[in-house]
C-alpha cells in the first residue's frame, strides 16, 4: 500500500530512478559526475532535448508531431545549401527558421482545417521533409560554414556552457511559464483532456493547435541549426531516427499520450534518467544499436506502467467503497 502511494506520484517515482542509475554510473566511473561530463551529456543531446520541450506542449494538446528529428534535417540541409549557393550566412539561418515555421504551418492547416489527424499528417511529412533534404544535397555532405559558426556550436559560450545549452535553458523556462502560469498553457490543457469542452468554452482551438505546430516547426528548425553547428557539416540523413529519443522521453516524464495531463517537471526528470542511461551504457560498452533497443522498451515501458498504476488505484479505491 505504501509503495503504491509513492507511485502515486509520478516525479517521485522518476526521482527514484534517476536516483538509482546516478548511483550506478558513478560506480562505473568515477568520472561521471564531473562537470565535463554533465555538460558534455546534454551537448551530444541537446537538439533532441530541445525538441522535447515543444513536443510535450503538442501530446499534452492531445496531438502529435512524428516530423520534427526530419525538419531538424531539412532546416540543416536547406542552410548548408543556402550557404553553398553564396548566400550570406545571416540571410541563411533566417531562411532555414522561415522553412522551419513554414513546415509547422503547413502541419497545421491539415490538422486545424481539413480536419486530418496528427500522426497521419506529421508521418507524411516525416518522409516528405526527409525527402525534401535528400532533393537538396543528395548523398553528399557539406562542409562551407564560417569559422564563428562551428565555434557557436563547438566552443564554450558562458563558464564551460556551450550556446547550445543556454538556449536549452532559456527555452525551458519559457516553457515552464506557458504551461504553469498562462492561459495559453490552461488552453493546451483543456483542449487536450476535452476539445469539445474547449470549443464550448470559446476557446480557439484551431488557433492553439495551429500555433503549436508553428513553434514546433521553428524550434526543429533552430535545433537542425544548432546540429549543423556541432557537427560542422550536413548530410540528408541528420536526425534520423531522433523521434524515438524524443517521444520516449516526453512519455516516461509523465505525459498522457492521450492529452490532458502531465507536467513538465517531470519531462525534466525524464530527460536526465535517459540521458545518463545512454551515458552509462556507453561507459558498459554497450553498442549503439542495442541502446535504441534499451531506448524502445523504455517507450513501451513508459505508456504500460502509468496505466497499470492508475488500474491499481481504481482497483484500491473500489474495493475501499465496499468495505
Not at 113 to 120: A, D, F, I, N
Not at 184 to 192: K, L
Request: with cysteine; glycine share 10%; aromatic share 10%.
Amino acid at each position: 500500500m505504501k509503495i503504491l502511494k509513492h507511485l502515486k506520484s509520478w516525479e517521485g517515482f522518476l526521482a527514484i530512478i534517476l536516483l538509482v542509475i546516478v548511483i550506478v554510473n558513478s560506480l562505473i566511473s568515477e568520472s561521471f559526475l564531473s562537470i565535463e561530463n554533465q555538460i558534455n551529456l546534454f551537448v551530444l543531446s541537446i537538439e533532441k532535448v530541445i525538441i522535447v520541450l515543444v513536443m510535450a506542449k503538442i501530446i499534452i494538446n492531445a496531438e502529435i508531431d512524428l516530423s520534427v528529428a526530419s525538419m531538424m534535417g531539412l532546416s540543416a540541409c536547406a542552410l548548408g545549401w543556402f550557404v553553398e549557393s553564396g548566400m550570406p550566412m545571416t540571410m541563411a539561418l533566417i531562411a532555414s527558421i522561415t522553412i522551419g515555421a513554414i513546415g509547422g504551418a503547413f502541419n497545421g492547416f491539415w490538422i486545424t482545417v481539413v480536419k486530418l489527424p496528427s500522426l497521419v499528417v506529421t508521418l507524411a511529412m516525416l518522409i516528405g521533409f526527409r525527402g525534401l533534404a535528400r532533393v537538396l544535397i543528395g548523398d553528399r555532405s557539406i562542409k562551407m560554414f564560417p569559422q564563428w559558426f562551428e565555434d557557436l556550436g563547438q566552443q564554450p559560450f558562458f563558464w564551460h556552457i556551450p550556446f547550445s545549452v543556454m538556449i536549452f535553458l532559456v527555452l525551458l523556462i519559457c516553457v515552464v511559464i506557458i504551461l504553469q502560469y498562462t492561459g495559453f498553457g490552461r488552453h493546451i490543457y483543456i483542449i487536450g483532456i476535452n476539445q469539445n469542452v474547449a470549443l464550448y468554452s470559446g476557446i480557439n482551438v484551431a488557433r492553439v493547435k495551429m500555433l503549436l505546430f508553428i513553434f514546433s516547426g521553428i524550434i526543429s528548425a533552430l535545433a537542425g541549426i544548432l546540429y549543423a553547428a556541432r557537427l560542422g557539416t550536413v548530410r540528408g540523413d541528420m536526425g534520423l531516427g531522433f523521434e524515438l529519443d524524443i517521444i520516449t522521453i516526453v512519455l516516461l516524464g509523465g505525459i498522457s499520450i492521450f492529452g490532458g495531463s502531465g507536467s513538465i517537471y517531470g519531462v525534466i526528470l525524464s530527460i536526465l534518467i535517459v540521458l545518463y542511461l545512454r551515458n552509462g551504457m556507453s561507459l558498459s560498452n554497450i553498442t549503439g544499436h542495442l541502446q535504441t533497443g534499451v531506448i524502445g522498451v523504455l517507450l513501451i515501458l513508459s505508456v504500460l506502467i502509468p496505466n497499470v498504476i492508475e488500474k491499481m488505484n481504481k482497483y484500491l479505491k473500489f474495493r475501499k467503497l465496499q468495505h
